[in-house]
């Protein structure tokens, strides 16, 4: 099966937004074998998108619309599907009450504005949007699937993963298509590559590779699909295995596992606490941590201490320290691991300080120098990375690292 | 003149890349009022290419092709190119000749693949990449512009701003626009529309009206382009003050400002300076304001109080309050408020407490019940929302309500 994505709105057009909804739905397909040949982005305009509809299903048997819909756009896309499905608009009741109901849970009053968005296409067939107020719609023409949703991502997202996805499987679509990711941390493509050449030689005919960047993190990604798949995933389980055990000084999971879900897990295992001490992060470690539901478990606090008095009223660095070496050393990160373990009383900690910039740099320091400790009481590791010159990429950089640090800390000690 | 854009790439398609590329493109020939009408993506595949120039050089006069370019890919492109142009291959001896010096320059052996890449076609007219080493093509067919360039994000934008953009100006293309975008926050997309419908009607004759909603943020963008641009603008100027004043209450800016930046600005204005104490957003909120180049001048640091230990013993939160309300109630984030201020001696404290999900809910209080105070050591100010289902989106929305709290004090008492 083919499928093709139609994204609507001038927002895209004029680059206010980057269209980050494609790349979702492509990953998601990606998954259960269903390729994306296309993606195109028309106007909120009625005949734009009547001809945007024309051209991707031409080539494609499923096309997903996203954006489009809200209060203010509606009117447009809903008279071009009147027009590409040759139907009418009626009141679609049932949304509407759902609608209701909830806004009269949050006291918000529904007005005649919220009443005209449930004037909706006849032909439709609606599935429930549990993170918004504009349903997904399905309409069948030619033997081709339309699946339209709204333009919010986290709303894109939903609909596609818990309503769409469970619908093709219903109906018997994609192939059968099998994954398995290892999730490494540390160490860069290039080197992951060379690191495994010789377990991949001759193997990688019938199954695939494909190696998945970001910010210090690689997803190593084996595909099997096509005939014998039993036998393909048996084969590819195996080599999985040995690429595991060859990278286990990087690797801290497998498939959709987070870095900090992994050491959430690894902290509850072993029945440890942590508390943490950021600064130049200014608070992105403390999210990354406890954007893992029951993180509570494990996580005691955090001090965000941007200033130099906070470092030394509330972590106990010494003014010498700060004077002497700067906010931005070793032995700061080393002081404020150690006050944050005596202020949390937890068993671990972690402390992070650099230059995030852009201002800040010095030829000594330059913008992107960033100093990191974990430790317990007893014992600390302490590491320094060089990042680049973009204030945000630099925080979430310092992130990653810092949480690896933390990972290889957990391993060695514990 | 209409423009559409093409990129070629698997690696979108599968999700693994997003498309950056087409908003910058959108952005800067809109500012020089060239409209994008189309966005289309194709795989690297030559027949896909071809009916990919033949749809969007349908509908434009400029076709801009990024990506499909280098090493790897180079052949399917370049035959795409030739067969849609009826060109044929030459070697382009000064194309190699600058490339050559280049490597020469870097001690880098120029081989045999290198020089695969320098025949091209022979209708093309060459435009120096100073970023990287595939140049820029122009071809011109049927009287239309199509410009190709590699998918490199900074190598694309080199030739975009540089190459490209001077070319079409001398060559006298492009209208004047102009943008002018209002930052709203805390009021819905609806009620917005609502509130200033009057202003506006009889006024989207001459410019145009655009709402951007993203997680409790709407961006209202006014659009005035064609003749008598002047006298067009001097009105949606006027419309543009009429809509600030009627939506004071929720306006927090103009075009590409930040919500986090715009309260900065204000807390160095006047001299105010903050401290935080966070509990369900983990951090986040200390991340929204320290994302803020220059944010050290005002923040002085924060408090992640995961644990009751931690409200009792840094922020002095009275274990009577946790016990009689629990940990998310407005006595709680009051203390958590006073706290605050006490710890960090700061102008004013902001403080959070809620259930992200997706455990930890109950009757009384479900999932998403955040509570948020803000205040100085003499008054403060308290607001509970309730938000969804999901922990991710939850900290979000809290971060924003948060913030426009904090927002909403500053105007109010300073």
């Given at each position: 099966?083919?499928?093709?994505?139609?994204?609507?709105?001038?927002?895209?057009?004029?680059?206010?937004?980057?269209?980050?909804?494609?790349?979702?739905?492509?990953?998601?397909?990606?998954?259960?074998?269903?390729?994306?040949?296309?993606?195109?982005?028309?106007?909120?305009?009625?005949?734009?998108?009547?001809?945007?509809?024309?051209?991707?299903?031409?080539?494609?048997?499923?096309?997903?619309?996203?954006?489009?819909?809200?209060?203010?756009?509606?009117?447009?896309t809903?008279?071009?599907?009147?027009?590409?499905?040759?139907?009418?608009?009626?009141?679609?009741?049932?949304?509407?009450?759902?609608?209701?109901?909830?806004?009269?849970?949050?006291?918000?009053?529904?007005?005649?504005?919220?009443?005209?968005?449930?004037?909706?296409?006849?032909?439709?067939?609606?599935?429930?949007?549990?993170?918004?107020?504009?349903?997904?719609?399905?309409?069948?023409?030619?033997?081709?699937?339309?699946?339209?949703?709204?333009?919010?991502?986290?709303?894109?997202?939903?609909?596609?993963?818990?309503?769409?996805?469970?619908?093709?499987?219903?109906?018997?679509?994609?192939?059968?298509?099998?994954?398995?990711?290892?999730?490494?941390?540390?160490?860069?493509?290039?080197?992951?590559?060379?690191?495994?050449?010789?377990?991949?030689?001759?193997?990688?005919?019938?199954?695939?590779?494909?190696?998945?960047?970001?910010?210090?993190?690689?997803?190593?990604?084996?595909?099997?699909?096509?005939?014998?798949?039993?036998?393909?995933?048996?084969?590819?389980?195996?080599?999985?295995?040995q690429?595991?055990?060859?990278?286990?000084?990087?690797?801290?999971?497998?498939?959709?596992?987070?870095?900090?879900?992994?050491?959430?897990?690894?902290?509850?295992e072993?029945?440890?606490?942590?508390?943490?001490?950021?600064?130049?992060?200014?608070?992105?470690?403390?999210?990354?941590?406890?954007?893992?539901?029951?993180?509570?478990?494990?996580?005691?606090?955090?001090?965000?201490?941007y200033?130099?008095?906070?470092?030394?009223?509330?972590?106990?660095?010494?003014?010498?320290?700060?004077?002497?070496?700067?906010?931005?050393?070793e032995?700061?990160?080393?002081?404020?691991?150690?006050?944050a373990?005596?202020?949390?009383?937890?068993?671990?900690?972690?402390?992070?300080?650099?230059?995030?910039?852009?201002?800040?740099?010095?030829?000594?320091?330059?913008?992107?120098?960033?100093?990191?400790?974990?430790?317990?009481?007893?014992?600390?590791?302490?590491?320094?990375?060089?990042?680049?010159?973009?204030?945000?990429?630099?925080?979430?950089?310092?992130?990653?690292?810092?949480?690896?640090l933390?990972?290889?800390?957990?391993?060695e000690?514990?």
């Open positions: 099966m083919k499928a093709g994505i139609l994204t609507i709105g001038d927002e895209i057009l004029i680059g206010q937004t980057i269209d980050t909804n494609s790349a979702v739905i492509g990953k998601n397909l990606n998954k259960i074998g269903v390729d994306i040949n296309q993606i195109l982005s028309v106007a909120d305009q009625k005949k734009e998108i009547i001809e945007g509809l024309n051209y991707i299903s031409r080539g494609s048997d499923l096309v997903l619309i996203t954006g489009g819909l809200g209060p203010t756009k509606d009117d447009i809903k008279h071009a599907f009147i027009d590409f499905f040759e139907d009418k608009l009626i009141f679609a009741e049932a949304q509407y009450d759902r609608v209701k109901q909830l806004f009269n849970k949050r006291n918000i009053n529904i007005t005649t504005a919220h009443e005209e968005q449930f004037f909706l296409p006849s032909k439709a067939e609606f599935f429930l949007n549990e993170m918004g107020t504009a349903p997904g719609m399905l309409f069948r023409k030619d033997g081709k699937l339309f699946f339209s949703m709204p333009g919010v991502p986290y709303e894109m997202e939903h609909l596609l993963t818990q309503r769409l996805i469970p619908l093709l499987r219903k109906e018997g679509i994609g192939n059968e298509i099998y994954h398995k990711t290892l999730l490494t941390v540390g160490c860069g493509e290039t080197a992951l590559a060379e690191k495994i050449e010789d377990i991949l030689r001759g193997k990688l005919e019938d199954f695939s590779i494909a190696y998945l960047p970001s910010l210090g993190t690689v997803k190593i990604r084996l595909t099997a699909k096509g005939v014998n798949l039993s036998s393909t995933i048996s084969r590819m389980n195996d080599v999985f295995s690429l595991e055990e060859r990278l286990s000084d990087f690797t801290y999971g497998e498939d959709e596992e987070s870095l900090p879900g992994h050491i959430g897990n690894s902290l509850i072993k029945k440890l606490t942590l508390g943490i001490a950021e600064s130049c992060t200014g608070g992105h470690i403390g999210h990354l941590i406890t954007s893992v539901p029951g993180s509570s478990a494990y996580f005691e606090g955090g001090v965000i201490s200033s130099y008095a906070q470092k030394r009223e509330l972590l106990n660095v010494k003014s010498d320290t700060l004077i002497n070496t700067g906010a931005v050393s032995e700061t990160v080393i002081e404020m691991q150690k006050g373990i005596n202020l949390f009383k937890t068993d671990l900690s972690l402390s992070v300080s650099g230059i995030a910039g852009p201002g800040g740099g010095t030829p000594d320091k330059p913008v992107g120098t960033i100093w990191m400790a974990c430790g317990n009481k007893d014992e600390y590791r302490t590491k320094k990375v060089i990042a680049g010159k973009d204030r945000l990429k630099n925080m979430e950089y310092a992130g990653v690292q810092a949480l690896n933390l990972r290889q800390f957990i391993n000690v514990y």
